[in-house]
């Protein structure tokens, strides 16, 4: 190994959900290659096989207390399909906003407790903004914090007051929803919304979410930072070109979407549509062509790709070719990027579709891609809550499962996440479950092309003495990883 | 007085931390703040990362940071065939559950928070292929990592908050105890847990009492009725607090309109049944709330049943009030 080649192993690496370690090549300053671990193992898959269907209602959301409404979602969603059932639209439009609750939780988590913090970090002591990101952002102490969470313990009162408690409520059914809302539930929830609303216009965006929501082009943008209204928003706007965070963190560039709170957007369409954006272009998704590949996961059967719905989860505690418990899904065996920025790049919001087009997925761009969500998403569940009618039905009975398999999609804050359910003598036979960050922080495949995230560090400055390289940090906590779904 | 505590996560989904993000009246921060608890590193919240983190865990081995409350979220895994590399802590190259029994060897307070640090809990539901255990409990047994013998430097035993999740205040009400020297053996129930939450029951509170009395049953999900006789639920017997003390704002499992699954207890994870239908034998429910005869309980229902008010019975099957209480209009004289 020359002077210059060096190696590098980052863990545990925080303020990220879950365990992650990454191994880092490095040569004359730059990550020439990255693996990427995640360091534990949970199996839920095996969990699940052999039980009664509907007890994956209760397990399948365990698996996640960052993901567990969304991951309640997909097992909901595969079991009504099992069962040939739709649910009640007063419940799929409850079951929208409490996924909408959960998503919107995480973001704001992500912008203000696990991104922004490493901004006031010593390397960037010298900048012109650091005495007002460290003011604001600093870990556990940064102005902005406590108020964001104020702020998330709020809108969490939605699932107080229709879904019980989170994380881990019970309440999206395959019919539907477990509770009613009446007249007075439909104020209150207006009234969360519009307290979040306040909080986020008045700290994050400095200005009413509809004009965030507007933003079309990356002009526009730059206005913002020069002379746009002061919020969090507008300083990361700053310190993103200081640091050109668009040049940061560039993966593959096709964009996967399952599809986003179905029945949410105009004429029974899902809000946000399912596809993959490669090349600059829309794609219909091909779920067939969806499998897994173990050659350097820790697990059985490395010969052969998955299709999830004949996929194993057999954990090789003895192997040393795998180096992460992380499976490697592949879309036409090619790596795929999901998250925010795949859902509104599918939907075609300008801004992002302008951002994507100019430099592709990077640190900035996901960033970006999630802040626009918050807005949007929240005007949206506005228009959820009131068209929730009391009196009309919120679920309908289950129906019988004999045999049968379907697929349970939809999307997590971080991303794509699907369950694969197949059902034989009213038992589970199968369960696999292919979450977000099993997509983004795949490890390499069998023709040894690395996950998104491996081929996002490619490149990456690393300056002299750094242990933790913060450029590093940055990629990596831009994808709001959850590794405790990936391991699931 | 600084109270110093280290928050490890293993075998587990993380949601008790971000349940405890939502802490309120008031928050999180200044709750800690205010009784003197400081994270010396949380794997959430704090700046530190990679080599830092590792820095500060030296310290706290080497005594040059004190440890007041080693935390640990998520169960301990001792697996494949006891080498506990089904979880390796990060960066590090060594397993997470000798780090944890290091740890706990000099802590002065052991904390398991939630059920799967506790006694394992759906991490280490069957096949358990992980070995999953908890720190001094394996389901209902003492034992797990740290043997069922373990004391901490303090004298106590481990201090299990269980619960999936974790209610935000019962893990910060324990912390500030603790910090306070208040929280003493006798405060701990026989499975380890705090009492001043544990001595409760779910059904203390349940807004469907009155539809419990009669027995005026739900039937699908959304009914108003109670949820003991069809729906899986067990709030007569969980020991929690959940229904006096509101989960993000006014919210409880029974609440939401979903059965308790008593999910503060060990084997929570295995009930031998489906999670969301009572058994029965000869159509009466197995599981009767465990202090009540058996044979009183029949006589009792069937008799509730027989005075049931049209109003709760009609209403138990239905989504909202179908027929409100009567207002009585007392007669002028």
């Given at each position: 190994?020359?002077?210059?080649?060096?190696?590098?192993?980052?863990?545990?690496?925080?303020?990220?959900?879950?365990?992650?370690?990454?191994?880092?090549?490095?040569?004359?300053?730059?990550?020439?290659?990255?693996?990427?671990?995640?360091?534990?193992?949970?199996?839920?898959?095996?969990?699940?096989?052999?039980?009664?269907?509907?007890?994956?209602?209760?397990?399948?959301?365990?698996?996640?207390?960052?993901?567990?409404?969304?991951?309640?979602?997909?097992?909901?969603?595969?079991?009504?399909?099992?069962?040939?059932?739709?649910?009640?639209?007063?419940?799929?439009?409850?079951a929208n906003i409490t996924l909408a609750t959960e998503n919107l939780?995480?973001?704001?988590?992500?912008?203000?407790?696990?991104?922004?913090?490493?901004?006031?970090?010593?390397?960037?002591?010298?900048?012109?903004?650091?005495?007002?990101?460290?003011?604001?952002?600093?870990?556990?102490?940064?102005?902005?914090?406590?108020?964001?969470?104020?702020?998330?313990?709020?809108?969490?009162?939605?699932?107080?007051?229709?879904?019980?408690?989170?994380?881990?409520?019970?309440?999206?059914?395959?019919?539907?929803?477990?509770?009613?809302?009446?007249?007075?539930?439909?104020?209150?929830?207006?009234?969360?919304?519009?307290?979040?609303?306040?909080?986020?216009?008045?700290?994050?965006?400095?200005?009413?979410?509809?004009?965030?929501?507007?933003?079309?082009?990356?002009?526009?943008?730059?206005?913002?930072?020069?002379?746009?209204?002061?919020?969090?928003?507008?300083?990361?706007?700053?310190?993103?070109?200081?640091?050109?965070?668009?040049?940061?963190?560039?993966?593959?560039?096709?964009?996967?979407?399952?599809?986003?709170?179905?029945?949410?957007?105009?004429?029974?369409?899902?809000?946000?549509?399912?596809?993959?954006?490669?090349?600059?272009?829309?794609?219909?998704?091909?779920?067939?062509?969806?499998?897994?590949?173990?050659?350097?996961?820790?697990?059985?059967?490395?010969?052969?790709?998955?299709?999830?719905?004949?996929?194993?989860?057999?954990?090789?505690?003895?192997?040393?070719?795998?180096?992460?418990?992380?499976?490697?899904?592949?879309?036409?065996?090619?790596?795929?990027?999901?998250?925010?920025?795949?859902?509104?790049?599918?939907?075609?919001?300008?801004?992002?579709?302008?951002?994507?087009?100019?430099?592709?997925?990077?640190?900035?761009?996901?960033?970006?891609?999630?802040?626009?969500?918050?807005?949007?998403?929240?005007?949206?569940?506005?228009?959820?809550?009131?068209?929730?009618?009391?009196?009309?039905?919120?679920?309908?009975?289950?129906?019988?499962?004999?045999?049968?398999?379907?697929?349970?999609?939809?999307?997590?804050?971080?991303?794509?996440?699907?369950?694969?359910?197949?059902?034989?003598?009213?038992?589970?036979?199968?369960?696999?479950?292919?979450?977000?960050?099993?997509?983004?922080?795949?490890?390499?495949?069998?023709?040894?092309?690395?996950?998104?995230?491996?081929?996002?560090?490619?490149?990456?400055?690393?300056?002299?003495?750094?242990?933790?390289?913060?450029?590093?940090?940055?990629?990596?906590?831009?994808?709001?990883?959850?590794?405790?779904?990936?391991?699931? | 007085?600084?109270?110093?505590?280290?928050?490890?996560?293993?075998?587990?989904?993380?949601?008790?931390?971000?349940?405890?993000?939502?802490?309120?009246?008031?928050?999180?921060?200044?709750?800690?703040?205010?009784?003197?608890?400081?994270?010396?590193?949380?794997?959430?919240?704090?700046?530190?990362?990679?080599?830092?983190?590792?820095?500060?865990?030296?310290?706290?081995?080497?005594?040059?940071?004190?440890?007041?409350?080693?935390?640990?979220?998520?169960?301990?895994?001792?697996?494949?065939?006891?080498?506990?590399?089904?979880?390796?802590?990060?960066?590090?190259?060594?397993?997470?559950?000798?780090?944890?029994?290091?740890?706990?060897?000099?802590?002065?307070?052991?904390?398991?928070?939630?059920?799967?640090?506790?006694?394992?809990?759906?991490?280490?539901?069957?096949?358990?292929?992980?070995?999953?255990?908890?720190?001094?409990?394996?389901?209902?047994?003492?034992?797990?990592?740290?043997?069922?013998?373990?004391?901490?430097?303090?004298?106590?035993?481990?201090?299990?908050?269980?619960?999936?999740?974790?209610?935000?205040?019962?893990?910060?009400?324990?912390?500030?105890?603790?910090?306070?020297?208040?929280?003493?053996?006798?405060?701990?129930?026989?499975?380890?847990?705090?009492?001043?939450?544990?001595?409760?029951?779910?059904?203390?509170?349940?807004?469907?009492?009155?539809?419990?009395?009669?027995?005026?049953?739900?039937?699908?999900?959304?009914?108003?009725?109670?949820?003991?006789?069809?729906?899986?639920?067990?709030?007569?017997?969980?020991?929690?607090?959940?229904?006096?003390?509101?989960?993000?704002?006014?919210?409880?499992?029974?609440?939401?309109?979903?059965?308790?699954?008593?999910?503060?207890?060990?084997?929570?994870?295995?009930?031998?049944?489906?999670?969301?239908?009572?058994?029965?034998?000869?159509?009466?429910?197995?599981?009767?709330?465990?202090?009540?005869?058996?044979?009183?309980?029949?006589?009792?229902?069937?008799?509730?049943?027989?005075?049931?008010?049209?109003?709760?019975?009609?209403?138990?099957?239905?989504?909202?009030?179908?027929?409100?209480?009567v207002t009585r209009v007392p007669r002028r004289s």
């Amino acid at each position: 190994m020359s002077e210059a080649a060096t190696r590098l192993i980052v863990g545990p690496f925080n303020r990220v959900e879950g365990d992650l370690e990454v191994r880092l090549e490095m040569e004359d300053g730059v990550v020439t290659a990255a693996f990427v671990n995640a360091t534990l193992f949970r199996g839920f898959e095996r969990i699940l096989e052999g039980r009664d269907p509907s007890d994956a209602l209760v397990i399948a959301p365990r698996i996640c207390g960052i993901c567990s409404v969304s991951q309640s979602h997909a097992a909901a969603l595969a079991l009504a399909g099992v069962m040939g059932i739709a649910p009640a639209r007063n419940g799929q439009i409850a079951a929208n906003i409490t996924l909408a609750t959960e998503n919107l939780a995480d973001h704001l988590t992500h912008f203000h407790l696990f991104f922004m913090p490493d901004f006031a970090r010593g390397p960037y002591r010298d900048r012109p903004w650091f005495d007002r990101a460290e003011a604001r952002f600093a870990a556990l102490r940064g102005a902005s914090v406590r108020p964001m969470m104020q702020t998330r313990a709020l809108l969490l009162h939605v699932m107080g007051l229709i879904a019980g408690h989170w994380p881990h409520t019970l309440a999206i059914q395959p019919g539907g929803f477990s509770r009613g809302v009446d007249a007075r539930d439909k104020i209150k929830l207006l009234a969360i919304l519009s307290g979040v609303r306040a909080a986020l216009e008045e700290r994050l965006f400095g200005t009413a979410l509809e004009r965030v929501a507007a933003l079309a082009d990356p002009e526009e943008l730059s206005a913002w930072r020069m002379h746009g209204p002061e919020g969090d928003f507008r300083l990361f706007l700053e310190i993103a070109a200081d640091l050109h965070l668009e040049t940061l963190g560039r993966a593959y560039d096709r964009f996967l979407c399952y599809g986003a709170y179905p029945g949410g957007g105009a004429d029974g369409a899902p809000l946000y549509p399912s596809g993959l954006f490669a090349h600059g272009l829309e794609h219909p998704l091909d779920l067939e062509a969806i499998a897994e590949d173990h050659t350097y996961a820790r697990m059985e059967n490395r010969g052969l790709m998955h299709p999830p719905f004949m996929g194993s989860t057999s954990p090789d505690g003895a192997d040393e070719q795998g180096y992460s418990w992380c499976k490697a899904p592949r879309l036409s065996n090619e790596p795929c990027e999901t998250g925010a920025l795949a859902r509104q790049v599918m939907d075609g919001q300008p801004l992002v579709r302008a951002l994507v087009a100019r430099a592709g997925g990077n640190v900035f761009s996901r960033v970006i891609a999630r802040l626009l969500e918050v807005a949007r998403v929240l005007i949206q569940m506005e228009t959820w809550t009131k068209a929730l009618e009391p009196g009309a039905p919120w679920c309908v009975p289950a129906g019988t499962i004999g045999t049968g398999r379907a697929v349970g999609l939809t999307e997590a804050a971080r991303g794509a996440l699907g369950h694969w359910l197949r059902v034989e003598n009213g038992r589970i036979a199968g369960y696999q479950i292919i979450a977000p960050t099993t997509w983004n922080f795949s490890p390499r495949d069998a023709r040894g092309l690395p996950g998104p995230l491996e081929r996002a560090l490619i490149g990456a400055p690393v300056q002299s003495g750094e242990t933790t390289p913060v450029s590093v940090q940055h990629i990596v906590r831009s994808f709001d990883p959850c590794m405790a779904c990936t391991v699931h | 007085m600084v109270y110093n505590v280290l928050w490890l996560q293993s075998g587990g989904c993380g949601g008790c931390t971000m349940s405890m993000l939502a802490a309120e009246a008031p928050d999180l921060l200044t709750t800690l703040e205010g009784a003197g608890i400081r994270f010396l590193w949380h794997p959430s919240l704090s700046e530190a990362t990679g080599a830092e983190a590792r820095a500060i865990f030296d310290d706290i081995l080497a005594g040059r940071l004190p440890l007041d409350a080693f935390c640990v979220e998520g169960a301990l895994l001792r697996g494949p065939n006891g080498t506990g590399k089904f979880h390796i802590l990060a960066g590090t190259g060594e397993p997470a559950v000798d780090w944890a029994r290091r740890l706990a060897a000099i802590a002065r307070h052991v904390v398991a928070v939630g059920t799967c640090a506790a006694y394992g809990g759906v991490t280490a539901a069957s096949p358990n292929l992980l070995d999953a255990c908890g720190l001094a409990y394996e389901g209902f047994y003492p034992g797990g990592a740290l043997g069922a013998s373990f004391r901490s430097r303090s004298g106590l035993p481990v201090v299990n908050i269980a619960g999936c999740p974790t209610h935000p205040n019962w893990v910060t009400e324990t912390l500030m105890l603790l910090a306070a020297e208040s929280l003493s053996e006798d405060d701990l129930d026989p499975l380890g847990r705090p009492r001043f939450y544990a001595d409760h029951l779910v059904h203390h509170g349940c807004t469907r009492n009155e539809y419990y009395e009669y027995k005026a049953s739900a039937r699908e999900p959304s009914d108003l009725g109670c949820m003991m006789e069809h729906m899986g639920c067990i709030g007569t017997q969980a020991h929690a607090d959940c229904n006096t003390r509101a989960w993000n704002g006014e919210g409880s499992c029974t609440r939401g309109g979903y059965a308790c699954i008593h999910c503060t207890a060990p084997e929570f994870e295995e009930p031998g049944h489906l999670f969301l239908e009572t058994p029965k034998i000869a159509g009466i429910p197995v599981g009767l709330p465990t202090d009540m005869p058996k044979a009183w309980f029949v006589a009792l229902s069937s008799l509730a049943k027989a005075a049931t008010p049209e109003r709760l019975a009609r209403n138990a099957t239905s989504d909202h009030v179908l027929i409100p209480p009567v207002t009585r209009v007392p007669r002028r004289s």
